[in-house]
């Protein structure tokens, strides 16, 4: 996040604001649990909890605290002492998945597929894509993919609007692969940097809908063997455990090569990024933390887990 | 690891039941992994704590009474408490207000309200013959309005013109006042997304709802939501006041957790549930299948109401008569496919069904979808109406024009009519077992040959 220009004290303030936020019951929570309390297995059953409870899952919540307790069983602990380790075990699983999303220059264009279940922010993220692409001086063409939705092509046409971004479209129910295809090679004939491909919202247990996506997929590579170039999934910070059902899916199907979490503003602590991290192995390329245009930020792996703890930046 | 809830706890009580009785330790090792499921579900901590306090209660003292089948009765405590933590029994919407009655959706982003919006009108105007009227109140997100207008003219609900540059209690006072005026029963009004913590919009909701007085104010949530759902559920109840919640996505496989969160902390009843994309997928909430759905037992009770709403009766008494005359066409079997591909393909069909869940990761690797369904229909429609009619004209020729009209292959065609011509043989039998009141000879001889 550190490399990121913009109003950087504005949005950090934004992003702190948010996960303090949502990690003040927690962070109140263990400091509750710990002042002048030895590190017990009563206290380290309370910690898992705790974890649990900032929707870390129940596996890594114990493999975390077991970490912890290893060297510190049995001794006198301070909350402070507690938070700064657990944050430290955090920002060490995620740190190596913490790589932005750079596009390619050499591939013209650059097609980005964004997939994910409904309602979990897909045409938002494209929409603010599209305006830090273009503030990096790259052309920039929207593909209206998804054709199921009412007024979804309307939704990604005003962000077409706001970021000076060509927007293919087709009418409502036309075949998604179709246009795909379509928008890849316009954006190929007119030379553009970056294609933003938008697709219906889908839940990951609906073969049909997955085998369309996966369709395609297919579709895009007709034209261009290495496309899609990257393929998003973007996940809501409000989800719970059914994140990992997502991602194995919807890896399965078109090959996911990173992930973006949305709405980290409210107190949701997206804690199960954490595990996603561990057990996929996928880049978390960037954070959605409000509505605006200039409200996705790049991951940073230590600012989130501190964050998370309710610890300074 | 992360099977459903219905599977892990299916795998807890199979456990049980292979044993002959259960000591106190035994319910102890089971409600631990009850409890590691359900937080693995995302039922939110304090509920989970609680639930596993009572069901203990409940099975250690009931454990010694009857040794015969132990699992089976911490099954059915089990099930008692997650129903009754869901429950009461499902509550209809209040309707009873002079009109127009207003219906206020309020939630998070994403969670789905503009879609619920138009279903609720949808089923509202259509199963309960009320006049109503939808409005949008989002301002904020890109084509939100535009999206509930679109949504209105499929399911054929009037919806409230958008004036540019409105804000949401303006439109609101807009769609009393039409609402009054046009002589509505009901006004849905589909409000902004906003996050619980954002006192601006919650104060704006609140507003709304002094200004709208609504009858219902539902808080539409997404049955993916994680522990985040007893936030959530919260700071709507306390800062707007609801008086129902809509789960919605309850078609994908989120472990339902977050019913049972935000019913035990706010004590308001979950009242609709959505279960697909289509207009017509919401359905009225009832705890004992939902929890009987968790469980792994299935939900039965759902798939005959579903059938019985889905399967036109006119049609089903023309298909009886005819198949006592014997005079079964391929109209009739189109008819048949159509009906299951209503009800929600095999999977809506297999989601409904008992010890599902275990299964369903190997049904997804038989790759058992609709698709074929599609196929079956695509080859029908592919015929002449005579063709339809009587089947034993397709000869050979006729197959390969079938088959390149269906996009399919001529053995695809064989198969269909082989499947046509077991179908109409067996309700042949039926028909004659029937005329000689032979029914009650067995069922095996209903059978088709050779399966």
């Known amino acids: 996040m550190a490399a990121s220009e913009g109003p950087k004290a504005g949005w950090l303030a934004r992003l702190k604001a948010g996960l303090g936020r949502s990690s003040a019951r927690l962070s109140q929570g263990i400091a509750a649990l710990l002042v002048r309390r030895r590190l017990d297995a009563a206290t380290l059953e309370e910690l898992e909890e705790l974890l649990i409870s900032a929707d870390l899952g129940a596996a890594t919540a114990a493999r975390l605290v077991a970490d912890l307790a290893r060297g510190r069983f049995e001794r006198e602990v301070t909350p402070e002492e507690v938070k700064e380790a657990l944050a430290e075990a955090v920002a060490r699983i995620l740190a190596p998945h913490a790589v932005a999303l750079r596009p390619d220059p050499a591939r013209k264009p650059f097609a980005i597929l964004v997939v994910g279940v409904n309602g979990s922010g897909k045409t938002t993220t494209i929409g603010k894509l599209a305006k830090r692409f273009r503030e990096e001086g790259r052309s920039v063409m929207l593909a209206a993919g998804d054709t199921f939705r009412a007024a979804a092509v309307e939704q990604l046409k005003v962000w077409g609007e706001r970021t000076a971004a060509p927007v293919i479209a087709r009418e409502p129910g036309a075949d998604a692969a179709g246009l795909a295809f379509a928008a890849l090679a316009e954006a190929r004939a007119r030379g553009i940097d970056v294609l933003l491909i938008d697709t219906a919202g889908r839940l990951q247990n609906k073969a049909d809908l997955m085998a369309e996506l996966a369709k395609i997929v297919r579709v895009l590579k007709k034209q261009d063997p290495e496309a899609p170039h990257a393929a998003l999934l973007v996940l809501d910070a409000t989800v719970g455990q059914n994140a990992h059902a997502q991602v194995e899916v919807f890896r399965d199907m078109t090959g996911i090569s990173g992930l973006v979490v949305t709405k980290l503003d409210g107190t949701a602590k997206g804690g199960v990024v954490v595990a996603l991290a561990e057990r996929f192995g996928l880049p978390i390329h960037a954070v959605g933390v409000g509505e605006g245009a200039d409200d996705l930020r790049p991951f940073d792996a230590r600012a989130f887990a501190r964050n998370l703890m309710g610890l300074d930046a | ?451």
């Open chain 2, 1 to 451: 690891m992360f099977e459903s809830l219905s599977g892990k706890l299916g795998g807890v009580f199979d456990r049980l039941r292979r044993r002959g009785s259960l000591s106190e330790a035994d319910v102890a090792a089971a409600l631990r992994e009850v409890r590691i499921a359900l937080l693995e579900a995302d039922v939110a901590l304090p509920v989970v704590k609680d639930f596993i306090e009572r069901v203990r209660e409940r099975a250690v003292g009931e454990e010694v009474l009857r040794s015969v089948t132990p699992g089976q009765q911490v099954v059915k405590i089990v099930h008692d408490h997650l129903t009754e933590t869901l429950g009461p029994a499902a509550e209809g919407l209040n309707l009873d207000a002079p009109a127009p009655a207003v219906i206020l959706m309020v939630g998070l982003q994403g969670s789905g309200k503009t879609t619920t919006t138009a279903k609720l009108g949808r089923m509202l105007a259509q199963r309960q013959r009320r006049k109503v009227l939808m409005a949008s109140l989002d301002v904020r997100r890109a084509a939100a309005q535009e999206q509930l207008a679109q949504l209105g003219a499929q399911a054929g609900i009037a919806v409230l013109p958008v004036v540019a540059g409105e804000g949401p209690l303006a439109i609101a006072g807009r769609a009393l006042d039409a609402g009054r005026r046009e002589g509505y029963d009901l006004v849905l009004l589909d409000t902004a997304g906003r996050l619980h913590i954002d006192d601006e919009l919650m104060a704006e909701a609140k507003a709304l709802a002094v200004r709208t007085r609504p009858v219902e104010t539902l808080l539409v949530a997404d049955a993916l939501t994680g522990q985040d759902a007893v936030n959530v559920a919260r700071a709507f109840n306390d800062r707007v006041g609801i008086t129902g919640i809509v789960l919605t996505r309850v078609d994908g496989d989120a472990r339902g957790g977050a019913a049972l969160s935000m019913k035990a902390v706010t004590g308001r009843p979950i009242k609709l549930i959505g279960v697909g994309e289509k207009l017509d997928a919401l359905e009225a909430f009832h705890p004992d299948r939902i929890a009987g759905r968790i469980l792994g037992m299935g939900d039965v009770v759902g798939l005959v109401e579903r059938a019985a709403e889905q399967i036109d009766r006119d049609e089903a008494e023309r298909l009886a008569r005819k198949v006592q005359k014997g005079g079964l066409d391929l109209e009739d079997l189109l008819g048949q496919i159509r009906q299951i591909g209503r009800m929600g393909g095999m999977e809506g069909l297999l989601a409904h069904l008992p010890g599902v869940a275990k299964i369903k990761s190997r049904l997804a690797d038989a790759r058992i979808d609709s698709r074929a369904l599609k196929h079956q229909e695509a080859i029908i429609l592919s015929m002449t109406p005579a063709e339809r009619r009587r089947p034993e004209i397709i000869k050979a020729s006729r197959k390969r024009r079938i088959a390149a009209g269906a996009g399919v292959g001529v053995p695809e065609v064989n198969r269909l009519l082989k499947q046509f011509s077991d179908m109409s043989r067996m309700m042949k039998r039926v028909t004659e077992m029937e005329k000689k009141g032979l029914l009650r000879r067995g069922l095996e001889r209903l059978m088709p040959p050779g399966r």
